[in-house]
């Protein structure tokens, strides 16, 4: 029996997950920026507007969707991260940022579905 490590299916859905922005248009700005409080999987853009996108795989639904797993603490690390990226950048607060989430959940057949939501949260005010 061959089983595939978790690093291993995170790097394959990081990349399936590029892979599917670029394909849609988008440019990638950076994969994996870390801050001391989280990290952004990818950061792109799309036009004017750049996209902030978490990369979530899912083994199976048996206990909710990938996109169940971005709960508010994770939601929260994502919003720390992106401020810290903008203001590293020199981007300030007037450049159009969205929060994307890219869920994979395996096929059964040794491939992956996908699932881009776009808008997928917002900041509370």
């Known amino acids: 029996m061959t089983t595939k490590s978790p690093a291993g299916d995170g790097k394959t859905a990081e990349r399936l997950a590029r892979d599917l ?7 990638i700005r950076e994969q994996n920026y870390r801050t001391p409080r989280g990290e952004i999987d990818i950061i792109a853009e799309e036009g004017d507007t750049l996209v902030f996108a978490e990369v979530r795989l899912r083994s199976n639904a048996t206990f909710g969707g990938a996109a169940a797993t971005i709960d508010a603490r994770k939601q929260q690390k994502l919003f720390y991260a ?37 808008d997928a ?5």
Do not use: M, V
């Open 21 to 27: 922005l670029k394909r849609q248009g988008l440019r």
């Open 82 to 118: 992106s401020a810290h990226y903008l203001q590293a950048e020199g981007l300030g607060e007037t450049r159009p940022c969205r929060f994307d989430a890219i869920c994979l959940t395996p096929d059964g057949a040794g491939d992956y579905q996908l699932e881009w939501i776009r």
């Open 121 to 125: 949260f917002r900041p509370s005010p």
